[in-house]
């Protein structure tokens, strides 16, 4: 059941907003009315979710990981569609791997991605942000908090991510910003389970095992979730990382074994 939201005359801002979640809650939002920006570091991954969004959404070509791309996107998007209202941070990068063969620059990328790229995206975002009522969202992942095999990398970035957030409530909030984190659990059709859970039928029910729910999530329920975090209904909410995972964030490690082991058997 989705619970209808009204954007109209809002702007929201979704880096990473082409595909997969992201993409999933840029669509929701710009259903709910609201004025859409989003970013990719891949041209080809804009134009697609261009395809999807309507005419008055705005696309941009930025790698989290560039400060000065960041802060670009930022003001060519408020040029176009106005103050920021919402804007959610969910550019990430994940592979399985274990530590000893991990190399330095491979944990590197993750964390640039998904720790440094929240950064810059916040440092720059707060001057687009700044007044009450407006929300920041980062989209964080069950790694943040369980530690995972072949997932040192993530665990590392999202447990940054998640306190990083927490911070920003506290440093932002005399400002009237409310800053708050998305934890999705297993998430139906998306990369991160192409790449992180067993595949075909024998996988699917491995994943079903994990969650106390029986069954995955889809990214229109993360996305009702991003909604009500940008929403005046979640104004007394800030510095909270909520997760969105049919309660299955503490039972997940079974999953990534097993989709590590299939992957070396290969």
């Known amino acids: ?98 530590v000893n063969s991990m190399s330095s620059n491979a944990f590197k990328v993750v964390v640039d991605i998904d720790l440094q790229g929240s950064f810059h995206v916040a440092r720059h975002a707060y001057e687009h942000l700044r007044k009450p009522g407006a929300s920041l969202i980062f989209i964080s992942a069950p790694q943040s908090t369980v530690p995972m095999p072949y997932q040192a990398h993530v665990c590392a970035a999202k447990a940054g991510v998640d306190h990083f957030a927490r911070v920003l409530a506290l440093e932002w909030g005399a400002a009237g910003v409310r800053v708050n984190a998305i934890s999705p659990g297993p998430i139906a059709g998306t990369e991160g389970m192409r790449r992180l859970a067993p595949q075909g039928k024998q996988g699917d029910e491995l994943v079903r095992a994990m969650v106390p729910l029986g069954r995955m999530g889809t990214p229109e329920e993360i996305a009702q979730l991003a909604m009500f975090l940008g929403s005046d209904a979640a104004s007394y909410i800030s510095g909270a990382v909520i997760a969105c995972d049919g309660g299955a964030q503490g039972h997940l490690t079974p999953m990534i074994a097993a989709a590590a082991q299939a992957g070396m058997a290969r």
């Open 1 to 98: 059941m989705n619970v209808q939201f009204d954007f109209h005359d809002r702007h929201v801002f979704v880096f990473g907003g082409t595909t997969g979640i992201n993409l999933g809650i840029a669509q929701a939002f710009a259903g709910a009315g609201a004025r859409i920006s989003v970013a990719s570091r891949k041209q080809e991954n804009v134009d697609f979710a261009l395809a999807t969004l309507g005419a008055r959404a705005l696309g941009l070509v930025a790698d989290v990981r560039d400060d000065a791309a960041v802060a670009a996107a930022l003001a060519t998007s408020r040029a176009r569609h106005g103050e920021i209202d919402v804007l959610v941070s969910g550019a990430a990068g994940n592979f399985l791997a274990e």
